[in-house]
């Protein structure tokens, strides 16, 4: 009788069932929870004091019941939620209000009844119930623009919105919280952090998740453009750059070095930065594997950090920068990564990560074979918002076919490459037995 074995590291082998077999994969299911174990005891110290007491309690009690769905076999899920968190990426309309809503936007790619996300077209072919926004709202303080007060939705379970970072809330790019930090005028995002995100989440569902909820997970781009833009200020020193500072997360000894500018201020920023990106990407497995994994979910996939080195805003500096980039991109992915892993490099049970960044360069190298006609220019024209892709739809795109076109706008996909990225993440729950 052929049999199906999944193993930790996602690797399916089919073939007869032996006892050779059967031991094999007990073995991989027995490493899979001592993986989520050990990663949740080395994920406490990134909590707050409050959140430790029970955390590693809840942690094993969640790993022996993965271990056992492990033991006994794998067969097609039917996930009845696809529960989202993260960023503009996986942003299905938190700030579809007001002005934002009146041009016909709401998420960030080409608006409009194709304009699906990543998440939407997975939620599709998985068979969930389709994607709402959990939260909406906006809070401009400029003029021309209006916005709507923060509303909640009980039964919509995506958390994501545009420029969240994963531990700072509101302090993403055009966040509420820089009209006070540095006395912004802006469009008011609320951009809660991924943390806030899974906690409403937690709050709303009585602190755990269901074993039949398919859980995303995508952040890390609007901490690297918080860390690039303080990096940009500092070389000018005085207050200005230590308050980009500040909101950077930089400590105090950089920041006393920042405010007097020149080069020193430069190579200071630059390494505190490249620190802010690591410890990111730790407090994102931490979060993932206390308040994820930890919290019930039995089937996760992480989106890591693309190289926006090679999307229309990285091609426009110039190469020192793009390394720069490239170099807290690969900070971000790598701390990410050995948070989710154990020391074999094996992933837990029910936990797929999605490699966008290697996704990026293989789309850099070769556009065709994946069927994009332009790699390095954005689709939509100039629209209200600056030609973000926030309220770009089919009114404002520039002339010609750009229904295969990479990106919207300077960072975000269209909904080609939204579409494509699904299908890979689908690819990759079929290997992993899931689909």
């Not at 007869?16 to 077999?21: F, G, I, S």
């Not at 994963?166 to 912004?184: E, M």
């Not at 930890?294 to 229309?312: D, E, F, K, S, T």
């Amino acid at each position: 009788m052929n049999k199906v074995i999944v193993l930790a590291a996602g690797v399916v082998v089919v073939g007869v069932a032996t006892a050779q077999t059967e031991t094999v994969e007990r073995q991989a299911c027995q490493r899979s929870y001592a993986t989520t174990v050990s990663n949740c005891a080395k994920s406490l110290d990134y909590l707050d004091p409050n959140e430790r007491a029970g955390t590693q309690q809840t942690c094993v009690h969640s790993a022996m019941a993965r271990r056992e769905a492990c033991l006994v076999g794998v067969t097609k899920v039917r996930f009845n939620s696809m529960v989202t968190f993260g960023a503009s990426l996986s942003d299905v309309g938190a700030y579809k209000v007001g002005t934002v809503a009146a041009l016909g936007g709401g998420k960030y790619t080409v608006n409009g009844p194709d304009g699906l996300t990543w998440t939407e077209v997975l939620a599709k072919m998985v068979g969930a119930p389709p994607q709402c926004a959990a939260q909406t709202g906006l809070l401009p303080n400029i003029s021309g623009v209006t916005g709507a007060p923060v509303q909640n939705f009980d039964n919509c379970f995506n958390y994501a919105q545009g420029s969240s970072r994963v531990s700072s809330s509101g302090t993403g790019p055009a966040g509420v919280a820089l009209q006070t930090a540095l006395a912004q005028r802006n469009v008011g995002l609320m951009c809660i952090s991924l943390r806030e995100q899974v906690g409403n989440h937690l709050a709303k569902v009585g602190g755990y998740f269901q074993r039949t909820d398919l859980v995303t997970v995508e952040a890390g781009g609007n901490d690297l453009f918080t860390q690039l833009t303080a990096v940009s200020s500092a070389a000018g020193g005085g207050a200005a750059a230590v308050a980009t500072g500040t909101v950077a997360g930089w400590p105090q000894a950089t920041l006393d070095v920042v405010i007097l500018g020149g080069p020193a201020a430069l190579d200071a920023a630059r390494a505190a930065a490249v620190k802010a990106m690591d410890q990111a990407g730790a407090e994102l497995a931490a979060l993932i594997n206390t308040q994820i994994v930890g919290r019930g979910a039995w089937y996760v996939v992480v989106r890591n950090l693309g190289n926006v080195a090679y999307a229309p805003l990285g091609r426009s500096v110039d190469a020192a920068t793009q390394a720069f980039v490239v170099t807290m991109t690969q900070a971000f992915n790598s701390r990410l990564n050995a948070g989710l892993t154990n020391s074999a490099g094996a992933l837990p049970y029910g936990v797929i990560i999605f490699d966008q960044f290697t996704l990026t360069e293989a789309v850099a190298a070769d556009p065709a074979r994946f069927g994009f006609s332009n790699n390095s220019s954005p689709a939509c024209g100039p629209n209200a918002f600056g030609g973000n892709a926030l309220v770009c739809n089919s009114t404002n795109l520039v002339p010609g076919d750009t229904s295969r076109y990479a990106f919207a706008d300077l960072t975000h996909p269209t909904p080609y490459w939204h579409r494509l990225a699904a299908e890979l993440v689908m690819s990759r729950m079929v290997v992993a037995g899931w689909q």
